[in-house]
């Protein structure tokens, strides 16, 4: 059977800021084994193999992070089917991400293809028993079925949608009686104890035509507004990927609805499959640290720290900076190059109001990394002052920054790897490492990596206004003109 | 009276880490008022007037604390009498240092001059009311006695020692019947009760000539031994500051020794001064943090943060990072650029483990920030990595680098404030702001700030060994050189 796996990777993850921020959300975040969650759920998909076969993979997400998660699937180092992205302009919530995907599928692979939806964000480590699961959905979705994954509930969780299971169906399934949304607490108890009630983990598998009448029946508006969004489709390729476009303005006038609210609580007949993995949500900083392995003292860490007295702490850091505990129980510390977080562990769902606090006070924080990625690499802004900003940039192999002037800074550059090949003015010459260049105001300049390793170099800008905005593009590999 | 206070500045501050450091020890660490402990002791010496008459302020430090020293009285930007920097090769606890004061007084301002001790790391607001105390022990030691000065207990602390009070003497004093060190708790908890026991501060009042010759009586050997190096003496002066230095072979065998033991617990007569001023002795972050004006949820801050649903917690961060706090309870949260120390309010003491484990671990961070101070000015690592290395350098108003040369690193210079004059190879110029030169491996170069504003400068270095020990001086105005 064809089956075409449908990574769904977005969401703005202010449950896990610092770590997560709009500009690189949930999916980006990378775990104690060195992967991020969308590296997982790509790994996953690849991993997908007969009775199923696989032609492609879908991932559907927001534009600005098509280059970083090619990034991502390049750095899995995996052969792997096609990837096609479906790039959205604005997130819509799950119904439009899967009725978009379901039309691709269907138009690529025929009406038989079932479609296997997995969110970009879930952490599932036994992989062999969600191929399982996979296969015996697929199956009961070839039969005609709207299928889900159930999650057995481990506590009288009010933050996620119960399915209440009734017959057997198949090897593994069972039939759906209904779902129900996050309930109250005691209803909640009620449905753990009953013991035929599982969580819905936002996992699905079905027949692309199926889906789609399924969306036509039950909810009609939003279906003929994805049909007319659809036809405003352009294909492309970047990066050996296949990605599909849509017009802003129609995509703009998708209603924003769930797939669970749109078609699987009305329609029928729906399955169950049972999930016989592990999985998370990683809905937050605890449930992110019970996910992580444990010393005897319940502590986890990354990164370079000392423990004193310290228990049940969870430490997420980086290399560089050390973070020392000392006497303390329960906590979960998150440190970033501009930010730090330190929560009790079974507060940390309060997280999303530190995000609504920086935005409200204006700081960029909630939404911006020190680190921003771009479609030629990165750069990391090393320090900030009135009058100057210090960064370091790497340029990935083969790219090119714009064509660009500044009006107001001006730039040093100093080379410490690779090679740059530079436009400065009306010159243009290559800077091995220890080799410098001054790029004055109003000057045309271009920064190019022609080699086949990365490129890192030091910038120093001075100048009396340093923000990003003042850039004037004239040519651009990316589309950022005009 | 002459009255000369003596500020003994020093000590590691391992309970105060990572915001105090071998290199930049407690009496540097800046109060939420923005002033150093040293600078508040420097004030409290400079603001005693009539009836005292102050010829001068005697420091004793060790000699690579003076510049820094020198930088903190400077930025007090106030008239104040001369200082005198008693300089250490090494520490040897307070009655070595005390008697060199009391010889350098004796010695400048004849045997009638008495000693107002004030260790440099203590903390006291009320000004006013320390010096109505001084003016009481002053008057006692012209009298002859060894003056103490008692804080009342709060708590049945064992970390302090006590001092037993007898009779009334003068206007304000009490005859001292004993000393105890550190008790145990239920000894504590008895003078605590008792009512006439007092903490011993660590200040002292007495005459040069009394405390001279109380140690020849008591601590023969020790008295003996500082004549010795008393003999080896050598003045000087920096940055219009008189100095005194001493040949390290004979200061080398002075025996490390507290005046409490030598002296005080010996000697009679001994007074004691009750302080009516608030006193603290910042012996931990614990007590910093007392020291620090909270709001209604108990929590103190310095530094840019967010505080949700977080009490009786104080956070000591700079202004660059933010600190978000949620759902926390009697924290002790200390930010630096290199090292986070996040801590149980009530286990602060046990910092100085943080500290043993570092030092045993080779992690220099227990004793080095990031930001180092040279009589010059201070450099500030920015980013670190194999092949290269940042520093933002600041250099004082007239003064210069070493003529110097690296056998493995070049460098980049990037002007980002003020104005520098440089020695590049053969070349002498300046740079202004946006300007820049490159310095290769090899080429003989020095910095000077000829201006009175501050220069500031971006280095990139490059080279496959990055170390401070890759410096070949020809010529140093501070006495660098061989």
Chains 1, 2 share one sequence.
Not at 9 to 25: H, I, K, M, V, Y
Not at 78 to 93: D, Q, S, Y
Not at 372 to 398: M, N
Not at 457 to 469: A, S
Request: with cysteine.
């Amino acid at each position: 059977m064809t089956v075409v796996p449908v990574i769904l990777s977005g969401g703005a993850g202010t449950r896990l800021w610092p770590a997560s921020r709009e500009s690189e959300p949930k999916p980006f975040l990378t775990m104690p084994d060195g992967l991020s969650l969308v590296q997982k759920a790509l790994a996953r998909a690849f991993s997908l193999g007969a009775p199923m076969d696989v032609p492609e993979v879908i991932v559907v997400t927001n534009r600005d992070y098509l280059y970083r998660t090619i990034d991502e699937c390049v750095r899995l180092d995996e052969e792997h089917p096609p990837l096609r992205f479906v790039l959205e302009p604005e997130g819509r919530n799950t119904a439009p991400a899967i009725a978009l995907a379901a039309r691709a599928a269907q138009a690529a692979h025929g009406s038989g293809a079932v479609l296997l939806v997995l969110p970009a964000d879930h952490l599932i480590n036994d992989v062999p028993a969600f191929t399982a699961a996979a296969i015996e959905a697929a199956t009961l979705a070839t039969q005609g079925h709207l299928v889900t994954f159930g999650i057995r509930p481990t506590r009288a969780e009010t933050g996620f949608g119960y399915i209440e299971c009734g017959a057997a169906l198949g090897k593994a399934g069972q039939a759906v009686n209904r779902f129900v949304e996050k309930p109250p607490r005691t209803t909640a108890e009620s449905f753990v104890a009953a013991g035929n009630y599982l969580w819905n983990s936002g996992m699905f598998c079905f027949g692309a035509a199926t889906i789609a009448k399924a969306l036509a029946e039950h909810a009609p508006g939003l279906s003929k507004a994805v049909d007319e969004v659809w036809q405003t489709r352009r294909s492309g390729t970047y990066e050996h990927c296949a990605t599909l476009e849509f017009d802003p303005a129609a995509f703009a006038r998708l209603p924003s609805e769930s797939i669970d609210y749109a078609v699987m609580e009305k329609a029928r007949p729906v399955a169950c499959v049972p999930a016989a993995f592990d999985w998370s949500d990683i809905g937050s900083w605890q449930a992110l640290s019970e996910a992580m392995p444990v010393d005897a003292d319940g502590n986890s860490r990354t990164g370079h720290g000392i423990a004193i007295g310290t228990r049940n702490t969870a430490v997420h850091a980086g290399n560089t900076r050390l973070v020392a505990t000392v006497g303390v129980d329960n906590l979960v510390i998150v440190d970033t190059p501009d930010a730090l977080l330190v929560a009790d562990r079974n507060q940390t769902q309060a997280v999303k109001d530190v995000v609504i606090a920086l935005k409200a006070a204006g700081d960029e924080r909630y939404k911006l990394h020190a680190t921003a990625t771009r479609p030629w690499g990165r750069y990391t802004v090393l320090h900030e002052a009135p009058g100057f900003k210090i960064k370091r940039i790497e340029v990935k192999p083969g790219h090119t920054l714009s064509l660009q002037l500044h009006h107001r800074r001006s730039e040093h550059w100093v080379v410490i790897g690779g090679e740059a090949e530079v436009v400065n003015g009306e010159r243009l010459f290559t800077l091995a490492v220890n080799e410098s260049t001054y790029i004055p105001v109003e000057t045309k300049h271009r920064l190019a990596n022609r080699t086949n390793a990365p490129l890192v170099l030091i910038e120093v800008q001075c100048g009396d206004y340093l923000g990003e905005d003042d850039i004037v593009r004239f040519e651009d590999k990316y589309g950022r003109v005009g």
